[in-house]
Every structure is written in C-alpha cells, then in structure tokens.
C-alpha cells in the first residue's frame, strides 16, 4: 500500500485598504467607493490557482463610526468577491474588527486578534504566516504573532516606510517591503526556488 503525503496549502493574510482596493482617508462607506488596485484581484486570482488559502483581516471602525451600516459592509465585500470570482480568484473569509479606536478590543489591529482568529480557523501555525499591509498596524499584528509581515507601498505604505525612514515608527524587524500586492505574490510564488527579492527593513 502506498501511502501518498499531501502537502498543507499555504495561508496568506491580506489587509484590505490600501492593499487590495484604493484607501480612503473618509473611509470606504458605499460599494461604489470600492475601487481594486491594478494589479491586485489578479495577484489574489494566481494565488487562489497556486492552492493558496486567502483570508482577509480589516479594520472597520467606520461601523462603530456610524459611518455605514453591516448591511452595507456587506455589500462591499460582496463587490469585491464577485470581482474576484471573475478571474477565478476566492477569498475564504473576511474577518473584520467593527470597534472603534478606544473601545480597548483584542481584535484591532496593531492587536494580534483577528489574525489569530484567521489563524486558528485555518488551523495553521502562525510561524512564517506572510501577512501584507500597508500601515505600521498591520505588520506589528503579524509580528506579534510570529507571522512574516509584508509591507506594501500602496495605500498607506509610502506614509509607513517614510516614518520608518526618519526612526519616528521603525518596522518590526523582518519586514519585507515590496511595491503593491502583485509584488508580493511575485516573491511568494517564486519561493523556494529563489528568495530575498524583497527589501527588508533595517
């Protein structure tokens, strides 16, 4: 009898804002706000036919705002899968924090909770888990958690390395800096066979 071993799939863990559609600093309140960055539902569909697992953790205070309503968070995120679907891309899920700033939660970012809530339904380690950002929170989650963050220039990522430049928030040590999430998935997906394509902070 032969036994045959399949390999685990691999878990990625995407911000939203900033790495998959164009941020806004007045949030983004309507799907007609939802905007894709070039190149992004496209790097997500190569890695959904790579085997890839992807999971999606956002912050969304705009709900403890009262900026939008779950209906309407819903139908974004609505949007954004059937854009995705059309490449034959999938999002397994979208974990998404709805507190505020000072409400004191375990599952806002810079908070490791919602990444290890993704974590624990996938039922993978963390360990090398790579997580992209655009924003200092985002990758501070990650690390805290054992994960590989991965930052991005899009969004707010130019405004993230430029503080970590002038020593005002340097990046957690390991830090990966690429261009936009298409980038990303170019290192990723050329792993193991060449790596170290990517800047890291220092």
């Known amino acids: 009898m032969i036994e045959v071993l399949h390999a685990e799939r691999p878990v990625i863990v ?13 949030y983004i309140k309507h799907p007609d706000e939802w905007v894709a960055i070039e190149g992004s539902l496209e790097a997500i569909s190569r890695l959904s036919h790579e085997g890839w697992r992807v999971f999606v953790a956002t912050n969304q205070s705009g709900l403890a705002r009262g900026l939008f309503d779950m209906q309407r968070l819903h ?21 998404f924090c709805p507190h505020g700033p000072d409400e004191g ?17 996938a039922d993978h380690p963390a360990l090398g888990t790579p997580v992209v950002g655009d924003s200092h929170r985002d990758l501070s989650a990650a690390h805290a ?17 430029e503080a970590h430049a002038s020593g005002k928030q340097p990046l957690p040590p390991g830090t990966q ?8 998935v170019d ?3 050329s792993e193991p066979r060449q790596s170290g394509s990517a800047a890291r902070a220092r």
Do not use: W, Y
């Not at 958690?145 to 390395?161: F, M, S």
């Open 105 to 121: 939660c375990l599952c806002r970012k810079p908070a490791p909770g919602l990444i290890s809530d993704i974590l624990s339904r």
């Open 145 to 161: 958690l054992g994960a590989r963050p991965i930052l991005v220039q899009t969004g707010k990522g130019r405004r993230t390395l």
């Open 187 to 189: 290192l990723l997906l």
């Open 177 to 184: 800096i690429v261009s936009h999430l298409a980038e990303a």
């Open 14 to 26: 995407l911000d939203r804002d900033g790495v998959i559609n164009h941020d806004s600093d007045h």
């Open 75 to 95: 139908a974004i995120h609505r949007k954004m899968q059937e854009a995705l679907a059309e490449m034959g891309g999938t999002i397994e899920a979208i974990f």
